[in-house]
């Protein structure tokens, strides 16, 4: 026995996914199958140490009219760069060269369910293998799809100071 957790090893497997995708004969079937999430950095204080950090998400859907963009943590509240949010350590997003100031809050399971629905519609095929994983991950019970947009947080981040 290896010593490693089952969750360990399927998240060393879904690690090493997109490199095994990500190779010059097979980057354009990916990108056939389903076009990549956009994604956002995040910079935020730790919340007890102060310190800055850069974390980049994926956009989980975007509603260009309200100029908001929905993320959500991986492993659930116990996200480092999500419990930093909470603490009210968000210090802006980066996104395409560009920096701005947002304001957040966190989805109700209606903006959740609206969010997740957006991602499943935009993202057929990865959607579903990223909510498998992630209900794996994170030891949700029944149907993937749904467990994810029930149980895991979202956070709504809406531009300010144009």
Do not use: C
Request: hydrophobic share 40%; no cysteine.
């Amino acid at each position: 026995m290896s010593g490693r957790s089952r969750a360990g090893r399927l998240v060393g497997r879904l690690l090493r996914m997109p490199a095994a995708l990500d190779r010059k004969g097979t980057r354009w079937l990916m990108r056939a199958i389903t076009p990549p999430p956009k994604v956002i950095v995040l910079v935020h204080r730790g919340r007890k140490s102060g310190r800055v950090y850069k974390t980049p998400v994926s956009i989980l859907a975007g509603d260009p009219k309200s100029d908001e963009v929905v993320v959500s943590p991986m492993w659930g509240e116990n996200t480092d760069w999500y419990r930093n949010v909470i603490a009210g350590g968000l210090v802006e997003v980066q996104s395409a060269g560009a920096t701005w100031r947002v304001e957040w809050h966190e989805m109700d399971e209606v903006g959740r369910r609206a969010a997740g629905q957006a991602f499943l519609k935009a993202h057929p095929m990865y959607s579903r293998m990223i909510a498998r994983t992630l209900s794996r991950l994170n030891d949700l019970e029944g149907d993937p799809v749904e467990a994810v947009m029930r149980e895991l947080p979202m956070i709504g981040l809406r531009r300010v100071g144009l």
